[in-house]
């Protein structure tokens, strides 16, 4: 099984920003999506944003315009640039290596949590006043 690692995390202002990483051990290349979720205490993980080998990605509405999730293919890592934080954002963020999809439904399947095979750890975001 990939294996997928998390970092970057830590505590920050709100408005401020944070920029996490994640590397896989999957073959650079391939085709597959890649994905950042959450999960707060006392509630269930959520999809965050997804991007795929092509390039097609896919954004939660509560960060499109503050996020940016980005893939550097050649290091099979993964990239979530976080913007204006809110006290919204405190979470668990997990990464995630999934499979490819097609069509015109791919933005929704890529924040499917059952399109995610690999998972790693998490690292822990937190904003505070």
């Known amino acids: 099984q990939e294996q997928v690692a998390e970092s970057g995390g830590g505590s920050v202002q709100i408005g401020g920003s944070l920029r996490l990483t994640c590397t896989a051990s999957g073959r650079p290349g391939y085709n597959h999506s890649m994905a950042w979720f959450r999960q707060a205490p006392g509630k269930e993980r959520g999809a965050v944003a997804a991007v795929q080998s092509d390039g097609v990605t896919a954004y939660a509405d509560t960060v499109k315009g503050r996020f940016t999730i980005s893939l550097d293919n050649a290091k099979n890592t993964l990239y979530l640039q976080m913007n204006s934080l809110t006290p919204e954002d405190t979470a668990m963020y997990y990464c995630?290596?999934?499979?490819?999809?097609?069509?015109?439904?791919?933005?929704?399947?890529?924040?499917?949590?059952?399109?995610?095979?690999?998972w790693g750890q998490g690292t822990q975001v937190t904003v505070s006043s």
């Open positions: 995630a290596t999934g499979g490819f999809c097609r069509g015109i439904y791919c933005d929704t399947i890529l924040l499917y949590t059952h399109n995610y095979r690999s």
